[in-house]
């Protein structure tokens, strides 16, 4: 303890925790540093400051509405890079599955018997029906509705109705379409590409390690909602913006979550952001050693281009799954509540009004302020926008976009067409 010369008073000492000059670890060893966090939290919150960038950036408001450059964001960003199709907890055990369509391309997860798990492209291999409606569900076949050709889990053509008057179908060749596919810290990566490689450990950086510390893998599925928005980066943005939580949230989210104070790390194009609380300062009064940073912050990872995780590692999350709608001007999220396996009915209750609640905050703030952005867009009022110094999370993603989108070749899509035109 030491004696605040000016009052007399008795004042913990604590240790001042700068901000980082490095901040983004891609490719190092993530050690357990939400103590630390905290810690920077305090420090903001004394100094009267925040994680910051060195300047301003300015993106184009054509960024975000130019037609040509959204279907090459959502052409290299969603279907050439890798997504996630699918949490653990929407496919717990074998013969489940969760169908889905991300960015025009119907997607099919599923568990199988060794444990593992397989994505598809949910289209028969005859006409390319759907073999499965969108949502979750558990199945040994699936069989589709058209014509009734049956899959199995792992996606084998086992069976064709009326198949004495079809012909001579190869079942070795029509299977479902297998998409590159692993699963890693409670989440299901795919990439969308059949041909595509995945190599998730220079994908992440290392960053798994610290979506570990999440739980996810250890969590079940609760709830599921499906929201509309504008344009998938205005969506975005908020995920990652400290700035606006007391203002455009003062009697909701603000009730809890200071605006303005908030941390920032990256690996690559994957982003940490941890928010300072209303009950962060009570830190000052407890011992360094009794610290509980789950306790007194608020923690978001994103997983580039279209995942936001807001949970600190305890008894649940919340998974917002972002993906682009079927023009510019629209998106769709799905947000997912994830819960302890072991949770009590109580806690069940209570965290399906906080979805209620969350779904209210999103749908009536959120996406209703970024509706109005999009409103706007095209009127002239402004040719750019301006991200501050004290915004790095919306920085990093729109300079990430930018250059995965200036560096990323895709291959044109492939035809059964040959040179001469004849099929």
């Known amino acids: ?90 496919v717990p055990d074998p013969g489940s599955y969760r169908s889905i369509e991300i960015a025009g391309i119907p997607v099919l997860t599923v568990r199988q018997a060794d444990g593992g798990v397989k994505a598809f492209i949910n289209a028969c291999r005859h006409r390319g029906a759907l073999v499965v409606e969108n949502g979750c569900g558990q199945a040994r076949r699936f069989t589709c509705p058209y014509h009734a050709w049956s899959y199995n889990n792992e996606g084998a053509l086992v069976g064709i109705s009326g ?13 479902l379409t ?38 996810l893998a250890n969590m079940e599925l609760l709830d599921e909602r499906e929201l509309i928005g504008p344009n998938w980066k205005i969506a975005f943005d908020g995920y990652v913006d400290g700035y606006h939580l007391d203002i455009l949230h003062k009697d909701t989210l603000g009730t809890d979550t200071m605006g303005n104070v908030m941390t920032w790390d990256a690996w690559g194009p994957h982003q940490r952001v941890a928010f300072a609380r209303h009950i962060t300062h009570e830190l000052r009064d407890i011992p360094e050693s009794e610290w509980k940073p789950a306790k007194h ?43 302890a396996k072991d949770a009590t009915d109580e806690e069940r209750e209570a965290t399906i009004k906080r979805a209620d609640f969350l779904e209210w905050v999103v749908n009536e703030e959120d996406y209703k302020t970024g509706l109005g952005i999009q409103s706007a867009l095209a009127s002239g009022a402004n040719t750019e926008f301006t991200f501050g110094r004290n915004e790095p999370g919306n920085q990093t993603f729109h300079r990430w976009v930018d250059d995965l989108l200036a560096n990323t070749a895709v291959a044109p899509p492939r035809t059964s067409h040959n040179e001469s035109g004849e099929h």
């Open 178 to 215: 297998e998409l590159p596919c692993e699963e890693r810290s409670g989440l299901v990566f795919a990439v969308l590409r059949p041909d595509a490689p995945l190599d998730l450990d220079s994908w992440l950086g290392g960053y798994d390690a610290a979506l570990d510390a999440l739980g």
């Open 163 to 175: 198949r004495h008057k079809v012909g001579d179908v190869d079942t070795s060749t029509h299977g």
């Open 1 to 90: 303890m030491s004696v605040d010369e000016r009052t007399g008073d008795a004042q913990r000492d604590y240790p001042r925790f700068p901000q980082p000059t490095v901040h983004d670890h891609h490719g190092s060893t993530w050690t357990h540093d939400w103590h630390e966090v905290a810690g920077r939290l305090l420090t903001h919150l004394d100094d009267d400051t925040t994680d910051s960038l060195p300047d301003m950036l300015t993106v184009p408001v054509a960024d975000y509405l130019d037609p040509v450059r959204w279907e090459r964001e959502v052409d290299v960003l969603f279907r050439n890079t890798p997504i996630v199709a699918a949490l653990s907890a929407h």
């Open 297 to 339: 912050v608020g923690f978001v990872h994103t997983v580039f281009p279209h995942v936001s995780v807001a949970g600190n590692g305890g008894r649940g999350a919340m998974v917002s799954q972002l993906m682009p709608g079927p023009t510019s001007d629209r998106s769709r999220t799905m947000q997912t509540h994830v819960i």
